[in-house]
């Protein structure tokens, strides 16, 4: 998209470090794309652009300068003063003439993320904290789903409120007790919820609002499922668009048979539980023609040979569900019939996952899945797992990322 383009006459400062921005310095109306989600912009004046490219560290943008552009401009007095803080501080996103096209969706468990320095199963410093801000930044994604997060205080220590709505969802906290293994430490609540970059989502044409939460998987007191819609700002039929549910679900039933009649691990009992309650979730919104994805940790290696959960959310058929004390849910009989959008897709089946805890079996426990119209839409090979290069990690989880074409 040309510069020339511009419905919004602003300046903007384009970063490129941390967040993997393309942004370019050039002449108004050039014919290069500036960035994901900043197009309509150029020089704002040659000092500034110079000062910002000597330093390595910006691209400076304009087009014709709004008086609140002037006014900042004014204010910061000589070009020689001007600093890359000063920049940044005058950053102004501009409205694109069109969407970009593709939408970026992250997963990340921040692992025990408490709001405050020393406290829950994760003590962490405000090093600790710079330093998962880093890793939020380079995820250069535009919805986050978060598991394994106290609170809004905490998920705001990591992602700017500035920047980032923050949902998250209302499991409420009891019994917590102490970190195993941590005399002293008290357990923190862990939630769910998403990390959503207003900025980003708006140049992309979208607008987002949260449904009511998925409370069903909390089987026996665990975490809740967070749902949130995306729609287009403008046009649609009301109710239409994607919709992302962020999952934390039960630990310690990673592999293994979960249809066995006699399952004796408590772990895997709670999560056949959650299969049941997350297959009605599954072919509900399938009926209803409802495209989704499902994104989080899981828990569980769904990519493992014949593996029992994963066979049987996907089977392409959708039924009448009925409660079911060992199954969660129980189909029907004879009320099973075929549905395209219950055949799901897996993010990155069967190629091995490059952190896995035992490197034997290769296989992740965080995923994407995607509901059978929805996998069309995703970008060949944009599957990426994140890696760290601080040590300790920053969590026991590495972020996820993908993207999806939505124009």
């Known amino acids: 998209m040309g510069h020339g383009a511009c419905r919004d006459h602003r300046f903007i400062v384009v970063l490129k470090s941390g967040v993997s921005i393309d942004g370019q310095v050039g002449e108004c109306g050039a014919e290069r794309p500036l960035s994901r989600f900043f197009h309509c912009c150029c020089v704002v004046c040659p000092w500034a652009a110079s000062l910002l490219r000597a330093k390595g560290r910006a691209g400076v943008m304009e087009t014709r300068t709004s008086a609140r552009a002037r006014r900042a401009l004014a204010r910061l007095g000589s070009a020689r003063r001007l600093s890359l803080a000063a920049a940044m501080l005058l950053a102004v996103a501009c409205t694109p003439s069109e969407p970009a096209g593709e939408l970026v969706l992250a997963s990340w468990n921040i692992e025990h993320l408490a709001a405050g320095n020393g406290a829950g199963c994760r003590p962490r410093t405000g090093a600790d904290f710079a ?9 250069d994604a535009d919805v986050i789903a978060l598991q394994e997060v106290e609170d809004e205080r905490a998920v705001a220590r990591v992602f700017d409120p500035g920047r980032y709505d923050i949902l998250l969802s209302g499991r409420p906290e009891r019994g917590l007790g102490d970190c195993r293994g941590e005399p002293g430490q008290a357990r923190t609540a862990q939630r769910t919820g998403f990390a959503i970059d207003r900025a980003r989502l708006a140049a992309l044409g979208l607008t987002w609002r949260a449904l009511p939460p998925l409370r069903e998987i909390g089987v026996e ?5 967070t749902r949130i819609l995306l729609e287009p700002v403008a046009g649609g039929a009301p109710g239409r668009g994607l919709e992302l549910v962020s999952l934390h679900l039960k630990s310690g039933c990673a592999w293994g048979r979960l249809d066995a009649r006699d399952l004796r691990r408590a772990q895997c009992r709670i999560l056949r539980r959650q299969r049941g309650i997350l297959e009605q979730w599954i072919d509900q919104a399938a009926a209803a023609d409802t495209a989704f994805v499902l994104m989080g940790d899981f828990n569980r290696q769904l990519d493992q040979p014949n593996d ?3 066979r049987a959310i ?6 009448q569900w009925v409660p079911d004390r060992a199954l969660g849910r129980r189909c029907r009989s004879g009320s099973a019939r075929p549905d395209s959008d219950a055949d799901l897709t897996l993010a990155n089946a069967g190629v091995p996952f490059p952190y896995p805890y035992n490197p034997e079996y290769p296989y ?3 995923h994407f899945v995607f ?3 929805v996998a069309r839409s995703v970008v060949p090979r944009s599957y990426r797992a994140a890696d760290y290069d601080s040590e300790p990690a920053p969590s026991d989880h590495h972020p996820i990322r993908i993207r999806l074409r939505i124009h």
């Open 131 to 139: 330093e998962l801000r880093r890793v939020a930044d380079a995820l």
């Open 221 to 225: 007191g665990r975490r809740w499922g």
């Open 308 to 310: 029992d959960f994963w």
């Open 314 to 319: 996907d089977d392409g058929e959708v039924c």
């Open 364 to 366: 992740a426990i965080d």
């Open 371 to 373: 509901s059978g119209a």
